[in-house]
T-cell receptor, first 114, second 112 residues
Framework: DGGITQSPKYLFRKEGQNVTLSCEQN?????MYWYRQDPGQGLRLIYY???????QKGDIAEGYSVSREKKESFPLTVTSAQKNPTAFYLC?????????????FGPGTRLTVL | GDSVTQMEGPVTLSEEAFLTINCTYT??????LFWYVQYPGEGLQLLLK?????DKGSNKGFEATYRKETTSFHLEKGSVQVSDSAVYFC???????????FGTGTKLQVIP
């Protein structure tokens, strides 16, 4: 089955630690995205990548980093510089044009900082 | 910049009631409009979309019409079921790879 997988589903981190969230897709999509979801705030874009070895900052990139070494993978690192990292993180992908092609979402990772 | 405003929830309805969730938008040009649904603990799924003015998107009994004159894309369903309980997001895209702009979501609870 084609789709997007995210792991782990739940993640706990101590303050001051970096943590990496995994996102893999087998849809052969060019573009991949990371969103953060907080209660009552909808989704906010962290980073996106249109092509391998290239990525762009979204609206709330501070304290996060990404890489895109393979087409199917787009891991997100939450660094210790992110002041309030507890949130639900969603990865998504799209074939080409967001206005005409469907954006598919993974099941999400819930990160809690202890 | 682009923005989406949708009615605050939660919305609580009895089974078989009529549903309307309001959505209005601000965007440059002619965006595509979307409704996504999120079930508890899951990611978002595309429910329906419309890519130009007067288009009607429909899926699983839900409908929404792209109204350029009122910059609206209200979601409707004639008879809701308990299984429709979820959070609904209105969204728009002005095209390209850049991003989708989401509303804050409206939680729907349908009671038997």
């Amino acid at each position: 089955d084609g789709g997007i997988t995210q792991s782990p589903k739940y993640l706990f981190r101590k303050e001051g630690q970096n943590v990496t969230l995994s996102c893999e897709q087998n849809l052969n999509h060019d573009a991949m995205y990371w969103y953060r979801q907080d209660p009552g705030q909808g989704l906010r874009l962290i980073y996106y990548s249109q092509i391998v070895n290239d990525f762009q900052k979204g609206d709330i990139a501070e304290g996060y980093s990404v890489s895109r070494e393979k087409k199917e993978s787009f891991p997100l690192t939450v660094t210790s510089a992110q002041k309030n990292p507890t949130a639900f993180y969603l990865c998504a992908s799209c074939s080409k044009d967001l206005s005409t092609d469907t954006q598919y979402f993974g099941p999400g990772t819930r990160l809690t900082v202890l | 910049g682009d923005s989406v405003t949708q009615m605050e929830g939660p919305v609580t309805l009895s089974e078989e009631a009529f549903l309307t969730i309001n959505c209005t938008y601000t965007a440059t040009g002619y965006p595509s409009l979307f409704w996504y649904v999120q079930y508890p603990g899951e990611g978002l799924q595309l429910l329906l979309k419309a890519t130009k003015a007067d288009d009607k998107g429909s899926n699983k009994g839900f409908e929404a019409t792209y109204r350029k004159e009122t910059t609206s894309f209200h979601l409707e369903k004639g008879s809701v079921q308990v299984s429709d309980s979820a959070v609904y997001f209105c969204a728009l895209s002005s095209g390209g790879y850049q991003k989708v702009t989401f509303g804050t979501g409206t939680k729907l609870q349908v009671i038997p």
